[in-house]
């Protein structure tokens, strides 16, 4: 399972960015939960959000309102949109993805994820 992340980047406080995954498995990205992670430098890595195959969601409580979490089917592709950034929103940017997953169970844990990508940094400066 290939997942590769792109549109990380370095913003003010207060911006936006679109994070994106691609995956090279339509099986994958058409019946998988996928997710998104965050780990910032000394810190463990933490859930942002999910959607899972019937398009169930969940956020983290740290990102709701800020974030939004979606599918483009006709390109195989996971974004995660988050607006209103802060400086504690900086930290590597995980794309992971699982043969199932629950959102309404608290989390969601780095644990309950199988695959994962390379990551994408994003960098909020005050």
């Known amino acids: 399972v290939r997942l590769v992340e792109s549109g990380g980047g370095s913003v003010q406080a207060g911006g936006s960015l679109r994070l994106s995954c691609l995956s090279a498995?339509?099986?994958?990205?058409?019946?998988?939960?996928m997710g998104w992670f965050r780990q910032a430098p000394g810190k463990e890595r933490e859930g942002v959000a999910i959607i899972d195959a019937d398009g169930g969601i969940s956020y983290a409580d740290f990102v709701k309102g800020r974030a939004t979490i979606s599918k483009d089917n006709a390109k195989n592709t996971l974004y995660l949109q988050i607006n209103s950034l802060k400086p504690e929103d900086t930290a590597m940017y995980y794309c992971?993805?699982?043969?199932?997953?629950?959102?309404?169970?608290?989390?969601?844990?780095?644990?309950?994820?199988?695959?994962w990508g390379q990551g994408t940094q994003v960098t909020v400066s005050s």
């Open positions: 498995s339509r099986y994958v990205y058409s019946r998988y939960c």
């Open positions: 992971a993805a699982d043969p199932s997953c629950d959102v309404a169970a608290p989390g969601p844990l780095e644990t309950d994820f199988e695959y």
